[in-house]
């Protein structure tokens, strides 16, 4: 999985004992599906909330739960690669559930971060990370960044084209 996509109960123990040496523990999560400068932004801001930034991954089975049968576009294994390439991650771990709980509970962060459109009584662990003296950040939006977005946009310019874009620049090309 590589060194900084970590299994579960394998980043209990890398946590623990960074915890023993000071570290503050940073845990977000998300479906992370088509990476966006609103993605790139959270993650950064989730980072500066501490010294060691875990991000929990929803599964493509836990993300179809939330999102519908046509998600993920980007399979698991290439979007945690991809966020475990970010300077600001420092681990990345997948989870099947349809919410980071189990996570939360097993890895016990100082501080849990989620999106501005979170309301705080529905940010999942809240109550846990309080209840051992940790905190909740909730981070401001990126306006206009989405994943939805980004599909929608792919799908109002490039549905009903008869010609992919490399075959018309190509016919440019040849009348030129």
């Known amino acids: ?29 998300g479906c992370f599906d088509l990476l ?3 993605h790139v932004r959270y993650l950064k ?4 909330e501490g010294d060691i930034l875990v991000v929990g991954l929803n599964s493509d089975r836990s993300m ?4 519908g049968a046509q998600r993920p576009v980007v399979p698991e294994d290439e979007r945690a690669e991809v966020l475990a390439s970010l300077a ?17 509970r ?18 999942v662990g809240r109550d846990i990370v309080e209840a051992s003296g940790g905190r909740v950040v909730r981070v401001p939006l990126t306006p ?16 009903g084209c008869r010609e992919s874009p490399q075959s018309s620049s190509e016919n440019v090309e040849k009348k030129s």
């Not at 900084?4 to 999560?29: C, S, Y």
């Not at 801001?45 to 500066?48: P, V």
């Not at 977005?149 to 109002?156: F, M, N, S, Y």
Request: hydrophobic share 45%; with cysteine.
């Open 45 to 48: 801001a989730a980072r500066a």
């Open 88 to 104: 600001c991650v420092d681990f990345v771990t997948i989870f099947d559930e349809p919410d980071p709980l189990v996570t939360i």
């Open 1 to 29: 999985m590589g060194e900084k996509v970590v299994e579960r109960k394998e980043l209990k123990g890398k946590i623990d004992v960074l915890k023993k040496r000071g570290k503050k523990i940073v845990f977000t999560n």
């Open 36 to 38: 966006h400068i609103g």
């Open 144 to 159: 206009g960044a989405s994943t939805t977005r980004i599909i929608e946009r792919i799908l109002d310019n490039y549905i």
């Open 64 to 67: 179809r739960r939330i999102k």
């Open 106 to 123: 097993l890895l016990m962060p100082d501080i849990l971060v989620k999106g501005a459109d979170w309301h705080q009584d529905a940010i």
